[in-house]
């Protein structure tokens, strides 16, 4: 990709597009198949920096796997639930989900591990995952005892027992130990404190369990009970990704047009597919079918939402924001601060200087549409800040992404995907004909 990449104008979009495999499901999969007994086979991985950096772990601790890139398929020749290496160095890059998953289930394996990454990385907390490993009888440790990275694991196997997890900052602490108790020597007894944020991504991990044979007792998400057991390997298919489906339907918001991604449906396991429900309210049309999710464009109006349950929307929907009648108010996304950038604050950034007047609030923001201007949108090493930004260049000329290449992280041919279903309606508008 080059350094900076300037957004084209085009008309009302129209067309269909199916984003790669769900980067949230396939670093579960991966986890639950390197775990499990036997062979598995994972169909529509995605390929992207996050989903590489824990194929690349994984196949230091020893494990058999083998990915072609070019049939989006993974094959993993589990480990019985215990991981092979008993040394490892691991670099996680800025992979949240590598660096948290990883953690837990080298905590109940044996052996000594350390887990670094960007430096970015080694500003996100885990402090009250390493307190939860701490209260199941593992030890691991923040190196600077800050409770960020780097960790270090000094594994002999996980006793069980009972564990308080904090659920205000991220679920990935909570999906993280659900998914290595089945290997706890004892039985694993996990209590949410306080609000739980991003409550689809632990229903998500729980089907991905279940889906590998392991069940997983639960009273609404508060309390969750697992016993002693073994990942069955299996064959798998993965639905793409609802997060990178969320530029789509924007774009189809902004330009006025009509966009479907194949391969979603309502029953989604990704709870961002209700995304579209936010794009409903604010004017647009919406069909759900059993294997496709249509947007259609309309005249936008602001509206005021929590999305605390479909938080890495929320940067695509500020996008939208900037072309509804009336302001938008979006809260209970405190926990957003702690992702690849403070995203709350970089988004207020970058919105003012598209012409947008910005209320940033501790849980969120507030958007109020401006005369809008191009503008050079920095985006701090953040594929969501990159993508979602990147749509306001559909209407606004002179809309410049810096560093569009950090899209590897999660969805490589972004802008080969949005150029491909722009460009009907571009043609059409320079030649002068109907858009």
């Known amino acids: 990709m080059p350094e900076t990449l300037e957004i084209r104008p085009t008309g009302p979009i129209r067309g269909s597009v199916r984003p790669p495999g769900s980067k949230s499901i396939t670093n579960r999969a991966l986890l639950c198949a390197a775990l499990a007994e ?6 529509g ?44 160095e691991l670099f996680v890059a800025n992979s949240g989900t590598t660096i948290r998953f990883l953690t837990a289930a080298l905590a109940a394996c044996r052996g000594r591990f350390r887990l670094s990454g960007t430096p970015r990385m080694h500003e996100r907390p885990l402090g009250d995952l390493l307190d939860a490993i701490a209260q199941l009888g593992g030890t691991v440790r923040s190196e600077r005892g800050d409770g960020c990275p780097p960790v270090v694991v000094e594994a002999a196997g996980l006793p069980g027992g009972r564990a308080r997890v904090a659920g205000s900052i991220s679920s990935q602490y909570l999906s993280g130990l659900l998914m290595a108790a089945p290997c706890a020597e004892g039985t694993v007894e996990l209590c949410v404190a306080g609000e ?11 089907a991905v369990m279940e889906a590998f044979g392991v069940r997983v007792t639960h009273e609404e998400l508060g309390r969750f009970v697992i016993a002693p057991q073994r990942y069955r390997g299996c064959r798998y298919a993965i639905e793409p990704d609802a997060s990178a ?65 479909i938080s890495d929307t929320v940067q695509t929907l500020a996008a939208v ?80 992404i810096h560093d569009p290449g950090c899209t590897a992280k999660t969805y490589p041919a972004f802008f080969d995907d949005l150029e491909r279903l722009s460009a009907g309606s571009r043609v059409a508008e320079d030649r002068g004909g109907p858009v």
């Open 38 to 43: 036997g062979h598995s086979a994972l169909l």
């Open 196 to 206: 739980l944020v991003s409550k689809p991504y632990v229903v998500m991990t729980l």
């Open 45 to 88: 991985a995605l390929d992207s920096e996050d989903t590489r950096v824990m194929v690349a772990a994984l196949k230091q601790l020893g494990v058999a796997v083998a990915h072609d890139p070019a049939s989006a398929a993974i094959e993993v020749r589990g480990c019985g639930g215990r991981i092979p290496s008993k040394e490892a």
């Open 321 to 400: 924001a900037l072309f509804a009648e009336g302001p938008t108010r979006i809260c209970n996304v405190a926990h957003v601060r702690h992702k690849e950038t403070d995203r709350i604050a970089a988004l207020a950034a970058e919105l003012r200087k598209l012409g947008a007047t910005i209320g940033e609030y501790e849980d969120g923001l507030a958007v109020t549409p401006g005369p809008l201007r191009g503008a050079d949108i920095d985006t701090y090493d953040d594929h969501r800040m990159a993508m979602s930004l990147a749509l306001v260049g559909l209407r606004v000329p002179g809309v410049v």
């Open 245 to 309: 489906a969320s530029y789509f339907f924007a774009a189809a918001a902004i330009t006025g047009g009509e966009v479907t991604v194949a391969g979603l449906s309502s029953q989604s396991l990704q709870g961002d597919v209700a995304f579209v429900e936010c794009l409903r309210a604010m004017g647009c049309r919406v069909a759900c079918g059993a294997d496709a999710v249509t947007v259609a464009g309309g005249p936008l109006r602001g509206i005021e939402v929590d999305m605390n349950a």
